[in-house]
């Protein structure tokens, strides 16, 4: 039998904190979870993943109010929108819908919304994209600023995590554990970060990354 077949571990909810504790051959450690995501300049500050969110919520809300549609259409939204910029979109693009308009139009300054029409069926298809042209905090264009981006959202849940693990001098162990909800926070580019904040780190042991149906150790 090997190692890993013969090991004994188990994992049961903490107490917040921590978040979990595993017991690792009779020695228990502390583990805290997090998610990094990737945060731009939307009036204040968002993370891209609930930007998404809300798109999709306005694309049920036209699904919604063009359920009697007799044709179907393919909608396309990009953000972050505002609210005002939301309603329009909500306005104008039921009105087309339930026209059973067959051209394409075209929502918002900057083309934030487009409704295109199909044929086939009388669903609404959808598509949803964050604008690679938003900005981040410090002004950079989004995809222009990655490992900027990485440090950042290190920086926002880092001094948490560290106060939260530190009650827990006493076990064996104190494990973060970091799951990404951003593309590119890859492990190399979450190293590159952590390295930047090396003297913030303890006392956490060790850091992993879920990233990419992977599950790889970041630090030390």
Same mark, same amino acid.
């Given at each position: ?5 013969? %090991? ?6 903490? +107490? ?27 009036? /204040? ?12 919520? %306005? ?11 007799? /044709?179907?259409?393919?909608?396309l939204l990009k953000g972050p929108l505002t609210e005002?910029? +939301? ?6 693009? =039921? ?9 394409? %139009? ?17 669903? %609404? ?15 950079k264009v989004m995809l222009a600023d990655i490992q ?6 290190l920086g926002r849940f880092l001094s948490e995590k ?10 064996? =162990? ?20 952590? /390295? =930047?904040?090396?003297? +913030? ?20």
């Amino acid at each position: 039998m090997s190692d890993s077949q013969s %090991l004994k571990f188990s994992c049961t909810e903490g +107490e917040n904190p921590p978040d979990f504790v595993f017991c690792v051959e009779g020695e228990e450690q502390a583990v805290e979870v997090t998610e990094l995501h990737q945060y731009i300049d939307a009036g /204040r500050e968002k993370s891209t993943i609930t930007i998404e969110h809300r798109l999709v919520g %306005l694309v049920e809300k036209i699904d919604h109010k063009t359920a009697k549609r007799s /044709r179907g259409y393919d909608v396309l939204l990009k953000g972050p929108l505002t609210e005002s910029q +939301e309603r329009e979109i909500l306005a104008k693009a =039921k009105n087309h819908i339930l026209a059973s308009k067959a051209e394409p %139009l075209q929502i918002g300054e900057k083309n934030e919304c487009e409704v295109m029409p199909k044929t086939g069926d009388t669903a %609404l298809g959808w598509g949803i994209m964050v604008n690679g042209t938003a900005t981040t905090r410090e002004g950079k264009v989004m995809l222009a600023d990655i490992q900027g981006s990485i440090d950042h959202a290190l920086g926002r849940f880092l001094s948490e995590k560290v106060s939260r693990l530190r009650q827990f001098a006493h076990l064996k =162990k104190r494990v973060l554990v970091i799951v990404s909800e951003y593309f590119f926070a890859d492990s190399e580019n979450v190293r590159a970060g952590l /390295r =930047k904040r090396s003297g +913030e780190i303890a006392p956490i042991d060790e850091i992993y990354l879920a990233w990419d149906n992977s599950f790889e150790i970041v630090y030390p």
